[in-house]
């Protein structure tokens, strides 16, 4: 038997600012995008670029009128980075807070703008702690 994982959709209500924090705080690229106007839903799927990378499907519903609750038995995502210290830097400096900082140079966890907890993992060895991020504290829920 094969099976080959393919995306996680998660539920969008401000699609702008979703794809702001995917895009440009984490560098993921749109592979592909569908409007279906039957529907009034959008769907815009984001990876790494690497051939047969797996999928974020931001799925956007044109008549939402407030953001969805979020169901922290969805878990998170979890993304590999070069350098875990310049993402969380470049994430806190477009105002995203880092909920869980990267205090052991190996791990941090942030949330998009829809509340979805994104985990990020350095790649490869842990990079040496260093400040602010040693003496940082969490930050709220992730």
Not at 29 to 51: A, M, Y
Not at 65 to 93: M, P, W
Request: aromatic residues 10%; negative net charge; hydrophobic residues 40%.
């Amino acid at each position: 038997m094969s099976i080959k994982y393919l995306h996680t959709m998660i539920r969008v209500f401000d699609l702008d600012a979703s794809l702001n924090f995917f895009e440009k705080g984490l560098g993921l690229q749109v592979s592909r995008k569908k409007d279906n106007p039957e529907g009034k839903f959008t769907l815009i799927f984001l990876s790494t670029g690497e051939p047969d990378a797996p999928e974020i499907e931001l799925t956007y519903n044109w008549n939402q009128e407030e953001a969805y609750s979020v169901g922290r038995n969805f878990g998170h995502l979890a993304y590999l980075v070069d350098d875990i210290y310049e993402t969380c830097e470049r994430l806190q400096k477009m105002g995203i807070v880092i909920n869980r900082p990267p205090r052991d140079g190996h791990m941090a966890f942030v949330r998009s703008p829809d509340l979805i907890s994104i985990e990020l993992l350095q790649k490869g060895a842990a990079l040496p702690p260093k400040e602010p991020w040693l003496s940082a504290k969490n930050i709220g829920v992730w």
